[in-house]
């Protein structure tokens, strides 16, 4: 099968820190190239691939205050859109502008919807749905379906497993990992560490500078509060698999929560707030406990620490591997492209 594949172009792919959706989108390339078919990634031209790299974007937006992400993604995705017709179909990762362009695309456009950002998007999904080329939306979880959308598939995401050593032996720490903002409730992880006694690893970007000033840098002090900062790669996988669980009290609906299935990959359980996709991927009492608020979070911080990390690291194996996700995808391009057609050959 020959396929194209759009990234988003704020982060590099695979991002170096903060990038949800390039990393996503970059284990899927990886794995679909690893499993034999012919890709090309659309991403920004820093990106590191085995698939054929195409990039009009030098570096992610994000990174570089020379760049404009709305003119970028524009460019990205018309440079993408004008080689369509090579492809047996497009995958985007880029929400909804690619839909919005409807007809114009030149081979069936599937969309992975990374997170259902509000109604003020539906035009845009509602003309993709209306031709019969572009109406192939996949959900990340089965919470994040919208309820006036059609779906094709909900495909969790997966984690390259490879990247995450499971530990046995902790400490007391807890930690909370992602951006910092009041979604994602740093304030509320501060609050559950002081109550229980344990100190606290803050890792993440800075999505609001006004919150972290206020509510979160008065508490770090470097030995109860330490804030790690942006991290990746062995760092990440290295403080994931050290902490006694990972702390995940949002304060929105979260589509997924990648950051959660990386840390049941070390081993580690996670106690998040019961909001989103959080019910549908933690198994409550074997991986982690989904709560209602920080009451129930400063109770279940003792109840994680008797569950067994082996167990936890084989079920985040189980579900979240990254060939799952592969076959799972290629059963939507399938159904895409129709099981008894051939896909075109150049």
Not at 8 to 31: C, I, Q
Not at 72 to 82: G, P, R
């Amino acid at each position: 099968m020959k396929i194209g594949m759009l990234a988003p172009v704020a982060w590099r792919t695979p991002p170096e820190h903060y990038g949800p959706w390039e990393r996503v989108a970059g284990l899927l390339t990886e794995g679909l190239v690893a499993a034999g078919h012919e890709v090309t990634l659309f991403a920004t031209g820093d990106s590191i691939t085995t698939a054929e790299l195409d990039a009009v974007v030098p570096r992610g937006y994000a990174e570089d205050d020379s760049l404009d992400g709305r003119v970028q993604e524009a460019l990205h995705i018309a440079h993408a859109l004008s080689r369509s017709a090579e492809f047996d179909l497009i995958h985007s990762h880029l929400d909804w502008l690619p839909l919005a362009l409807g007809g114009a695309w030149r081979a069936p456009l599937v969309t992975t919807v990374h997170g259902f950002s509000g109604p003020r998007i539906l035009p845009a999904y509602r003309a993709g749905l209306a031709d019969p080329r572009t109406a192939h939306l996949v959900a990340i979880s089965e919470t994040d379906r919208h309820p006036s959308l059609d779906y094709i598939a909900t495909v969790h995401h997966g984690i390259d497993l490879d990247e995450f050593t499971a530990t046995t032996a902790t400490g007391d720490a807890l930690m909370i990992l992602g951006r910092i903002h009041p979604d994602k409730g740093t304030a509320d992880a501060i609050a559950i560490a002081r109550a229980v006694g344990r100190p606290l690893l803050i890792a993440g970007i800075i999505h609001d500078q006004r919150y972290f000033d206020e509510q979160v840098a008065p508490h770090v002090d470097g030995d109860r509060v330490r804030y790690l900062g942006s991290i990746g790669g062995l760092e990440r996988n290295r403080t994931l698999g050290s902490v006694s669980a990972l702390l995940h009290p949002i304060h929105f609906d979260e589509p997924f929560g990648l950051s959660v299935v990386e840390a049941m990959a070390c081993g580690t359980p996670v106690i998040a707030y019961r909001r989103g996709s959080m019910a549908e991927v933690i198994d409550d009492g074997v991986t982690g406990f989904s709560v209602t608020g920080i009451d129930e979070a400063i109770t279940a911080v003792g109840h994680a620490a008797a569950l067994d990390r082996r167990v936890v690291r084989a079920t985040a194996e189980r579900r979240f591997g990254v060939a799952r996700m592969v076959e799972e995808y290629l059963a939507v391009y399938r159904r895409v492209i129709g099981a008894d057609v051939e896909p075109i050959t150049r």
